[in-house]
Protein backbone atom coordinates (compact mmCIF):
# COMPACT_ATOMS: atom_id res chain seq x y z
CA UNK A 1 0.00 0.00 0.00
CA UNK A 2 1.33 3.02 -1.07
CA UNK A 3 2.25 6.18 1.24
CA UNK A 4 -0.47 8.23 0.06
CA UNK A 5 -3.05 5.13 -0.39
CA UNK A 6 -2.53 4.46 3.93
CA UNK A 7 -3.06 8.22 4.10
CA UNK A 8 -6.60 8.30 2.60
CA UNK A 9 -7.22 4.92 4.37
CA UNK A 10 -6.27 7.01 7.93
CA UNK A 11 -8.04 9.78 7.23
CA UNK A 12 -11.43 7.64 6.10
CA UNK A 13 -10.69 6.00 9.35
CA UNK A 14 -10.91 9.32 11.30
CA UNK A 15 -14.19 10.76 9.62
CA UNK A 16 -15.82 7.59 10.20
CA UNK A 17 -15.06 7.25 13.55
CA UNK A 18 -16.24 11.33 14.26
CA UNK A 19 -19.36 10.52 11.99
CA UNK A 20 -20.13 7.31 14.38
CA UNK A 21 -19.87 9.84 17.67
CA UNK A 22 -22.14 12.26 16.24
CA UNK A 23 -24.82 9.63 15.35
CA UNK A 24 -24.23 7.75 18.86
CA UNK A 25 -23.59 10.68 21.17
CA UNK A 26 -24.95 10.05 24.09
CA UNK A 27 -24.89 6.33 23.85
CA UNK A 28 -22.01 4.71 25.20
CA UNK A 29 -22.99 0.96 24.28
CA UNK A 30 -23.33 2.32 20.59
CA UNK A 31 -19.82 4.26 20.69
CA UNK A 32 -17.84 1.58 22.16
CA UNK A 33 -19.58 -1.23 19.77
CA UNK A 34 -19.04 1.03 16.92
CA UNK A 35 -15.77 1.95 17.88
CA UNK A 36 -15.21 -1.85 17.97
CA UNK A 37 -16.48 -3.02 14.48
CA UNK A 38 -14.50 -0.16 12.52
CA UNK A 39 -11.15 -1.11 14.25
CA UNK A 40 -11.79 -5.02 13.53
CA UNK A 41 -13.11 -3.92 10.05
CA UNK A 42 -9.82 -1.75 9.50
CA UNK A 43 -7.38 -4.20 10.94
CA UNK A 44 -8.81 -7.00 8.63
CA UNK A 45 -7.93 -4.65 5.50
CA UNK A 46 -4.76 -3.60 7.20
CA UNK A 47 -2.65 -5.19 4.85
CA UNK A 48 -4.76 -5.47 1.65
CA UNK A 49 -3.44 -5.47 -1.83
CA UNK A 50 -3.89 -6.70 -5.23
CA UNK A 51 -5.09 -4.41 -8.45
CA UNK A 52 -5.83 -0.79 -8.10
CA UNK A 53 -9.48 -1.11 -8.38
CA UNK A 54 -9.88 -3.06 -5.38
CA UNK A 55 -7.53 -1.00 -3.15
CA UNK A 56 -10.19 2.06 -5.04
CA UNK A 57 -13.45 -0.11 -4.15
CA UNK A 58 -11.82 -0.42 0.01
CA UNK A 59 -11.35 2.97 0.07
CA UNK A 60 -14.94 3.97 -1.69
CA UNK A 61 -16.51 1.69 0.48
CA UNK A 62 -14.97 4.49 3.42
CA UNK A 63 -17.12 7.12 1.89
CA UNK A 64 -20.20 5.28 1.45
CA UNK A 65 -20.15 4.12 5.12
CA UNK A 66 -19.67 7.62 6.48
CA UNK A 67 -22.76 9.25 4.03
CA UNK A 68 -24.73 6.11 5.39
CA UNK A 69 -23.61 7.13 9.14
CA UNK A 70 -24.37 11.23 8.66
CA UNK A 71 -27.49 10.77 6.23
CA UNK A 72 -28.78 7.12 6.19
CA UNK A 73 -29.71 6.54 9.57
CA UNK A 74 -31.63 8.69 12.44
CA UNK A 75 -31.91 7.75 16.14
CA UNK A 76 -35.63 7.49 17.50
CA UNK A 77 -36.23 6.96 21.36
CA UNK A 78 -39.07 4.83 22.38
CA UNK A 79 -41.46 6.51 24.47
CA UNK A 80 -43.24 3.66 26.37
CA UNK A 81 -45.99 5.99 27.88
CA UNK A 82 -47.51 6.85 24.26
CA UNK A 83 -46.30 3.91 22.40
CA UNK A 84 -44.27 6.16 20.13
CA UNK A 85 -40.82 5.65 18.73
CA UNK A 86 -40.02 10.05 18.56
CA UNK A 87 -37.37 10.63 15.67
CA UNK A 88 -36.27 13.96 15.15
CA UNK A 89 -34.60 14.33 11.47
CA UNK A 90 -32.93 17.18 9.81
CA UNK A 91 -32.80 18.56 6.30
CA UNK A 92 -29.96 16.26 5.29
CA UNK A 93 -32.08 13.01 6.33
CA UNK A 94 -35.45 14.57 5.11
CA UNK A 95 -34.25 15.24 1.42
CA UNK A 96 -32.59 11.97 0.98
CA UNK A 97 -36.57 10.18 2.50
CA UNK A 98 -39.84 9.39 0.63
CA UNK A 99 -43.22 9.10 1.99
CA UNK A 100 -42.64 5.37 2.49
CA UNK A 101 -39.22 5.00 4.31
CA UNK A 102 -40.33 8.53 6.36
CA UNK A 103 -42.32 6.27 8.85
CA UNK A 104 -40.62 2.61 8.89
CA UNK A 105 -38.29 1.61 11.60
CA UNK A 106 -35.58 -0.69 11.72
CA UNK A 107 -34.00 -1.85 15.07
CA UNK A 108 -30.49 -1.34 14.82
CA UNK A 109 -30.00 -4.17 17.45
CA UNK A 110 -31.95 -7.22 18.11
CA UNK A 111 -31.74 -5.73 22.05
CA UNK A 112 -33.86 -2.76 20.70
CA UNK A 113 -36.24 -5.00 18.16
CA UNK A 114 -36.74 -7.37 21.95
CA UNK A 115 -37.72 -3.74 23.38
CA UNK A 116 -40.21 -2.61 20.46
CA UNK A 117 -41.32 -6.46 21.02
CA UNK A 118 -42.08 -6.47 24.31
CA UNK A 119 -43.59 -2.86 24.29
CA UNK A 120 -46.33 -4.07 21.64
CA UNK A 121 -47.12 -7.33 23.57
CA UNK A 122 -47.89 -5.00 26.23
CA UNK A 123 -51.54 -4.22 24.73
CA UNK A 124 -50.31 -1.32 23.02
CA UNK A 125 -49.27 -2.96 19.41
CA UNK A 126 -46.22 -1.95 17.66
CA UNK A 127 -45.38 1.60 18.09
CA UNK A 128 -45.84 4.17 15.69
CA UNK A 129 -43.16 6.47 14.46
CA UNK A 130 -43.44 10.38 15.11
CA UNK A 131 -41.37 12.52 13.07
CA UNK A 132 -40.18 16.13 14.26
CA UNK A 133 -38.27 17.48 11.32
CA UNK A 134 -35.78 20.29 11.27
CA UNK A 135 -38.50 23.44 10.89
CA UNK A 136 -39.84 22.12 14.22
CA UNK A 137 -43.20 20.54 12.57
CA UNK A 138 -44.78 16.94 14.02
CA UNK A 139 -46.33 14.58 12.21
CA UNK A 140 -46.97 11.18 13.69
CA UNK A 141 -47.31 8.45 11.57
Given at each position: MSASTALRALSGYRRLLRARSKLFAGDERALRESA????????????????????EGLLGMIDE??????????????????NVVEVKIGPEHERRMDESTLTHVDPITSETGERMDASSSGGGGKPTVEITKGGGSSSGR
Open positions: AALRAEFEKNRLASGPPEHIAEDMLLHGIVRGELNKER
